[in-house]
């Protein structure tokens, strides 16, 4: 057998150390006794042949040592029998169905498809967290994916995905994310593959950085223009970090999505802090202001609202002094791009 030849090894170093340990305990016994060649006690234990043990070592010191080493190859080989009768069992458990729950946006027949597990093959023949994040990859709309693995040859896939969108033009890309975590999701030159899924806009400050798979992160970094230039330090550089100078972005985004408003949010401006406002069903816009009072602002805009008609075209609904919220049907007002993309 393959094992055989590290037990004989583990066997001559268990001896060695035996041995030594009995020229230990005979010199400790007899520490003024001079050395002298004496031949060994004859043992029909072959192992203690080899040794030059002193006669006046107990024997039960001896054959304690011997019951160790005995019990350790017992140990060992109690292991390589449980580790055949394991791989003996897992080339038994074996797929016998694939099942897909969580799947709404997704077909659940491509997230078989892309599982690559078939019926019949080994259970334990894949690894669940690499093709989890596999299917991550080609799926970016989950939010997250697990598989669970049933006695009876059932695998079961289940998969959460992102309730609530947002997009972002910046820098001539737009780029989908998540509206709960804001985890950029994916990257394209047009929005034009993601508006089937309803996001709502979102628009950020120049110094927001997205990268596909990362959260949306802030950065203080010079303007194409300034690179060449030695004066590219800012107020904002010396006094604050890039989180907490748009940290702002966060609790704006975070308090309009939990507002009673949430359903009807077409999109958001968030690029300015002092002049932020969002749209409703693409043609009211609420205005405001900066973060001061927002819970309160919010509050009175619903309010105000829920006494008003629909609106035959724009309105402006101006919440940026609690004190005074106004509204008006504003046919003069012009609405941004992303204004009727959802």
Not at 80 to 85: D, K
Not at 107 to 125: F, H, I, P
Request: aromatic residues 10%.
């Amino acid at each position: 057998m393959v094992a055989m030849p590290w037990l004989q090894t583990q066997l001559k170093r268990a001896g060695g150390a035996l041995r030594g340990a009995l020229w230990r305990i005979r010199h400790r016994s007899h520490p003024k006794r001079p050395r002298r060649a004496a031949r060994p006690r004859r043992f029909k234990d072959k192992f203690l042949q080899k040794g030059r043990f002193g006669t006046n070592v107990p024997l039960k010191k001896r054959f304690r040592a011997l019951r160790w080493l005995y019990g350790t190859g017992a140990a060992l080989l109690a292991m390589l029998i449980l580790s055949c009768t394991v791989l003996g069992v897992s080339y038994a458990w074996l797929v016998t169905d694939i099942r897909v729950e969580g799947a709404s946006r997704y077909r659940a027949d491509d997230l078989r498809e892309a599982l690559g597990v078939r019926t019949n093959d080994l259970m334990l023949g894949f690894s669940a967290s690499d093709t989890e994040r596999s299917l991550r990859k080609q799926f970016p709309l989950l939010a997250s994916a697990s598989l669970h693995r049933a006695l009876d040859g059932t695998l079961t896939l289940t998969v959460r995905e992102e309730e609530t969108l947002l997009y972002t033009r910046h820098y001539r890309n737009y780029y989908l994310l998540s509206a709960t975590t804001l985890r950029v999701i994916a990257v394209d030159a047009t929005p034009d593959a993601w508006l089937g899924y309803a996001p709502a806009y979102i628009g950020l400050p120049e110094q927001a950085r997205l990268r596909v798979g990362d959260t949306l992160t802030f950065a203080f970094l010079p303007y194409p223009g300034e690179r060449e230039s030695g004066n590219v330090a800012t107020y904002e550089v010396e006094t604050a970090t890039a989180g907490e100078e748009f940290a702002y972005v966060d609790e704006v985004r975070t308090a309009i999505l939990n507002s009673s408003l949430a359903r009807h949010v077409t999109g958001m401006e968030l690029s300015d802090r002092y002049d932020l406002w969002f749209l409703l069903d693409g043609k009211i816009k609420i205005r405001l202001g900066n973060t001061d009072r927002l819970a309160d602002k919010l509050s009175l805009a619903a309010t105000v609202l829920a006494k008003q008609t629909e609106p035959s075209g724009p309105a402006l609904l101006d919440a940026s002094d609690p004190a005074a919220v106004t509204y008006r049907e504003a046919p003069d007002i012009t609405l941004p791009d992303w204004a009727g993309s959802r």
